[in-house]
């Protein structure tokens, strides 16, 4: 890299700034708070969305599913309801716990179907050496632990039948008398089924007992039990956020004291194109194999930046508040959210966003000697109106135009993710293409490299319009080569070849 202090990029400082500790904890802490009191609250929020449709009897239902045997019988797995044995579960009543309903309609018009539930016992004896199909899953109503305080409905999502051999013909299933629950008819057929303590299975046949049976399916439930659970939900989680995102943004502002520069920036921001310096230089030597290992060796960097990338959003938020109502960004802040873009920057040039380099990046939001490196001058003044539209309305079409370059990763968070980085994108497509030909040329084309640069400096640049950091417009224009033109030049002067 470029160590001329007269080069027009940034002035890294000869030390770094160190981080204190406790500012890291105070954000991880934050962090997680906040981010157990939003899913606590989103947690509520549905329980209690849930709760209101069960109002009037209503049944919590899954989408309706078809199912075809070539047997005489479709049968759901047992139904297992334990409520245990202890003192505690004596005052219980199931009934009023959980209620289930099924809803089966036949798909051959005008055929008599029947549904009942009964003893999963009784039911084997019924329809033993009987052709049948079986719901591949099984489902167990009953404490994990202690009841009533931890009961669970568990239950597998593969919906596929399982074909059962036999040699039997069963007798109408309307003769047999062990039914705990039953209906028949050419219709839809509504049963409704109290939990009851007992092993359980339901059957679907026809009602003569020929065969196939061809029908949907829909099962819903209701249960009492999320009425108490939603208000304790929203009250941790709104304990959660109360803690969690103050001690969130006191651990941004700490990290943002720690880096922010002691003296003004070293570039005139005036004279660039846009107010970010956005830095990439290819190192000369670049192993042809360790592209295949970096998304391994950039697991801590993800882990990292995926924290960050939560604390930038709240931060973010924060800051938009304050902006609308001064006109200033907090400057710890800034120097925070700013840190966070650099970080995600240096792992996508080490990864998947570029390939520049080999070395492996620093863990920390301040400026480095490193091949890649980016800065933002921080505004004094910021229009208070614009911070309600600029992030989303007045961005669109530069939104449109990173989407399909970089394949979504919008904010820059996302764009070192190995998985974003390698999607269906002309970004992935590049640097893929510069991944094979490193892998047998041991070269990185030097074109190549430059347009790489141009597509990640254009992503960053609105980045830092979205995420509320200058008001300049980005420019509709691709700056190609590792570092930025000036004001004047036009796109094609900015695409250097590299030797």
């Given at each position: 890299?470029?160590?001329?202090?007269?080069?027009?990029?940034?002035?890294?400082?000869?030390?770094?700034?160190?981080?204190?500790?406790?500012n890291?904890?105070l954000l991880?802490?934050?962090?997680?708070?906040?981010?157990l009191?939003?899913?606590?609250?989103?947690?509520g929020?549905?329980?209690?969305?849930?709760?209101?449709?069960q109002?009037d009897?209503?049944?919590?239902?899954l989408?309706?599913?078809?199912?075809?045997?070539?047997?005489?019988?479709?049968?759901?797995?047992?139904?297992i309801?334990d409520?245990?044995?202890?003192?505690?579960?004596?005052?219980?009543?199931?009934?009023?716990?959980?209620?289930?309903?099924?809803?089966?309609?036949?798909?051959?018009p005008?055929?008599?179907?029947?549904?009942g539930?009964?003893?999963?016992?009784?039911?084997?004896?019924?329809?033993?050496?009987?052709?049948?199909?079986?719901?591949?899953?099984?489902?167990?109503?009953?404490p994990?632990?202690?009841?009533?305080?931890?009961?669970?409905?568990?239950?597998?999502?593969d919906?596929?039948?399982?074909e059962?051999?036999?040699?039997?013909?069963?007798?109408?299933?309307?003769?047999?008398?062990?039914?705990?629950a039953s209906?028949?008819?050419?219709?839809?057929?509504?049963?409704?089924?109290?939990?009851?303590?007992?092993?359980?299975?339901?059957?679907?046949?026809?009602?003569d007992?020929?065969?196939?049976?061809?029908?949907?399916?829909?099962?819903?439930a209701?249960t009492?039990?999320?009425?108490?659970?939603?208000?304790?939900?929203?009250?941790?989680?709104l304990?959660?956020?109360?803690?969690?995102?103050?001690l969130?943004?006191?651990?941004?502002?700490?990290?943002?004291?720690?880096?922010?520069?002691?003296?003004?920036?070293?570039r005139?921001?005036?004279?660039?194109?846009?107010?970010?310096?956005?830095v990439?230089?290819?190192d000369g030597?670049?192993?042809?194999?360790?592209?295949?290992f970096?998304?391994?060796?950039?697991?801590?960097?993800?882990?990292?930046?995926?924290?960050?990338g939560?604390?930038?959003?709240?931060?973010?938020?924060?800051a938009?508040i304050?902006i609308?109502?001064?006109?200033?960004?907090?400057r710890?802040?800034?120097?925070f959210?700013?840190?966070?873009?650099?970080?995600?920057w240096?792992?996508?040039?080490?990864?998947?966003?570029?390939?520049?380099?080999?070395?492996?990046?620093?863990f920390?939001?301040?400026?480095?000697?490193?091949?890649?490196?980016?800065?933002v001058?921080?505004?004094?003044r910021l229009?208070?109106?614009?911070?309600?539209?600029?992030?989303?309305?007045l961005?669109i079409?530069?939104?449109?135009?990173?989407?399909?370059?970089?394949?979504g990763?919008?904010?820059?968070?996302?764009?070192?993710?190995t998985?974003?980085?390698?999607?269906?994108?002309?970004?992935?497509?590049?640097?893929?293409?510069?991944?094979?030909?490193?892998?047998?040329?041991?070269?990185?084309?030097?074109?190549?490299?430059?347009?790489?640069?141009?597509?990640n400096?254009?992503?960053?640049?609105?980045?830092?319009?979205v995420?509320l950091?200058?008001?300049e417009?980005p420019?509709?224009?691709?700056?190609?080569?590792p570092?930025?033109?000036?004001?004047?030049?036009?796109?094609?002067?900015?695409?250097?070849?590299?030797?």
């Open positions: 890299m470029d160590a001329n202090p007269t080069h027009p990029t940034y002035s890294a400082p000869a030390q770094p700034p160190r981080m204190r500790p406790w890291w904890v991880v802490v934050g962090v997680l708070l906040t981010a009191g939003l899913g606590l609250v989103i947690g929020a549905i329980i209690a969305g849930a709760e209101a449709a109002r009897g209503q049944y919590l239902t989408e309706t599913e078809r199912y075809q045997s070539t047997g005489y019988a479709i049968i759901t797995p047992r139904l309801v409520p245990g044995t202890t003192a505690s579960t004596d005052s219980i009543q199931l009934e009023d716990v959980a209620s289930f309903q099924v809803r089966v309609t036949p798909v051959i005008d055929q008599e179907i029947f549904v539930i009964a003893d999963a016992s009784d039911v084997a004896t019924y329809l033993d050496d009987v052709p049948h199909a079986v719901l591949e899953e099984e489902m167990t109503w009953g994990k632990g202690q009841p009533p305080d931890d009961w669970s409905w568990e239950k597998d999502t919906d596929s039948l399982q059962v051999a036999g040699t039997q013909t069963p007798a109408a299933p309307a003769e047999q008398d062990f039914w705990a209906t028949s008819g050419t219709d839809t057929q509504e049963l409704t089924f109290d939990l009851q303590e007992g092993q359980w299975t339901m059957v679907a046949m026809s009602a007992g020929s065969r196939p049976v061809w029908i949907d399916l829909q099962a819903g209701r009492e039990l999320l009425d108490p659970i939603s208000p304790g939900l929203w009250i941790a989680g304990v959660g956020l109360v803690i969690g995102i103050p969130l943004l006191l651990g941004a502002a700490g990290l943002g004291r720690d880096i922010t520069p002691a003296g003004p920036p070293a005139n921001f005036g004279q660039t194109v846009y107010p970010l310096a956005f990439g230089q290819l030597r670049l192993s042809r194999w360790l592209w295949l970096k998304w391994l060796l950039a697991i801590p960097h993800y882990i990292v930046l995926a924290l960050l939560f604390a930038l959003m709240i931060t973010t938020i924060a938009g304050v609308l109502f001064t006109g200033r960004y907090p710890s802040w800034f120097a959210v700013v840190g966070v873009l650099r970080w995600n240096r792992v996508g040039f080490y990864s998947y966003a570029a390939l520049g380099t080999d070395r492996y990046p620093p920390t939001l301040a400026l480095t000697d490193y091949p890649a490196e980016l800065t001058p921080y505004p004094e229009s208070h109106g614009l911070v309600l539209v600029k992030w989303w309305l961005a079409p530069h939104l449109l135009i990173v989407a399909i370059l970089t394949g990763a919008v904010l820059g968070i996302g764009a070192t993710d998985i974003t980085g390698w999607g269906l994108s002309l970004l992935a497509l590049l640097v893929l293409i510069a991944a094979i030909a490193l892998l047998f040329t041991g070269r990185y084309l030097p074109g190549l490299f430059a347009l790489v640069i141009g597509l400096r254009w992503t960053y640049r609105v980045s830092t319009y995420l950091l200058r008001d417009y420019p509709f224009r691709l700056d190609q080569g570092t930025d033109p000036p004001r004047h030049s036009p796109p094609e002067a900015s695409s250097p070849i590299l030797p």
